[in-house]
C-alpha cells in the first residue's frame, strides 16, 4: 500500500482558498486517490476522488500531476465550518489511514 | 451518498461487562464492512474487515476474541467488546464501500463512544 505524507496542520482564515497536499510517491498504477473530511466525534466523510489530473465537485477540487506522485485537495473559500482533519488515502479500497492534517479555519 | 448508521453513538459501562455495538447499512447491502478505533487526538486504527456469512479478519494486535464481530446479513454488523476494561475506552466506528469496482469509496457511520468506568 502506498504510504501518504501530509502537513500534521495548517491555519487558515474565513474566505481563502486552501490547499492540502499529500505525497505518495509510491503509488500503484491502478490506485485511486481518495479524501476524507472527519469532525471531532464523527466519522470521516468523503469528500473526493480522483485517479489523474483534475476533479472538482461541489465541495473540493483535486488536482493530481501527471506522475500521481502527490496530489492536493483545494477548498475554495474556506469558513469556520471547514476546520476538521483531512485524510489522503491512496489505492483501491485502501483501509488505511495516515495522521491526517489538522485545518484551523479562524475568523 | 450511501448512509451507514451506528447505535449507540455513545455508551458507558462497567469493567468487566460486554458493549456491543451494531452497524447498519441502510440503502445498500454491504458484504465487507470495516470497523476501526480511534483514540483521542490520533488517526483511526483499522481493527477488523467483517465479512457477510463468514469470519472476520483481524488486523495484527487486535484480540478477535476480545473484539467479538459478526456479519449475519448484508445490512448488519456488529462488534462486541467483551470484558471491557477501562483501556478498551475509545471511539469506534464502522464503515462499508459502495460504488464500482476502482472506486474503494468508503462510507462511514457515525461512531460510538465507549467510556469503561
Known amino acids: 500500500l502506498a504510504k501518504t505524507t501530509q502537513p500534521i496542520s495548517m491555519d487558515s482564515y474565513e474566505g481563502q482558498e486552501v490547499n492540502i497536499t499529500c505525497s505518495h510517491n509510491?503509488?500503484?498504477?491502478?490506485?485511486?486517490i481518495t479524501w476524507y473530511q472527519q469532525f471531532p466525534s464523527q466519522g470521516p466523510r468523503f469528500i473526493i476522488q480522483?485517479?489523474?489530473t483534475k476533479v472538482t465537485n461541489e465541495v473540493a477540487s483535486l488536482f493530481i500531476p501527471a506522475d500521481r506522485k502527490s496530489s492536493t485537495l483545494s477548498l475554495p473559500r474556506v469558513s469556520l465550518s471547514d476546520t476538521a482533519v483531512y485524510y489522503c488515502?491512496?489505492?483501491?479500497?485502501?483501509?488505511?489511514f495516515g495522521k491526517g492534517t489538522k485545518l484551523s479555519v479562524k475568523p | 451518498g450511501a448512509v451507514v448508521s451506528q447505535h449507540p453513538s455513545w455508551v458507558i459501562c462497567k469493567s468487566g461487562t460486554s458493549v456491543k455495538i451494531e452497524c447498519r447499512s441502510l440503502?445498500?447491502?454491504?458484504?465487507?464492512m470495516f470497523w476501526y478505533r480511534q483514540f483521542p487526538k490520533q488517526s483511526l486504527m483499522l481493527m477488523a474487515t467483517?465479512?457477510?456469512?463468514?469470519?472476520?479478519?483481524?488486523e495484527q494486535g487486535v484480540e478477535k476474541d476480545k473484539f467479538l464481530i459478526n456479519h449475519a446479513s448484508l445490512t448488519l454488523s456488529t462488534l462486541t467488546v467483551t470484558s471491557a476494561h477501562p483501556e478498551d475506552s475509545s471511539f469506534y466506528i464502522c464503515?462499508?464501500?459502495?460504488?464500482?469496482?476502482?472506486?474503494?469509496?468508503?462510507?462511514f457511520g457515525e461512531g460510538s463512544r465507549l467510556t469503561v468506568l
Open positions: 488515502l491512496v489505492g483501491k479500497g485502501n483501509l488505511i
Open positions: 440503502d445498500f447491502q454491504a458484504t465487507t
Open positions: 509510491n503509488i500503484a498504477t491502478n490506485d485511486y
Open positions: 467483517s465479512n457477510e456469512g463468514s469470519k472476520a479478519t483481524y
Open positions: 464503515s462499508a464501500s459502495f460504488g464500482g469496482p476502482n472506486t474503494g469509496e468508503l462510507f
Open positions: 480522483g485517479y489523474k
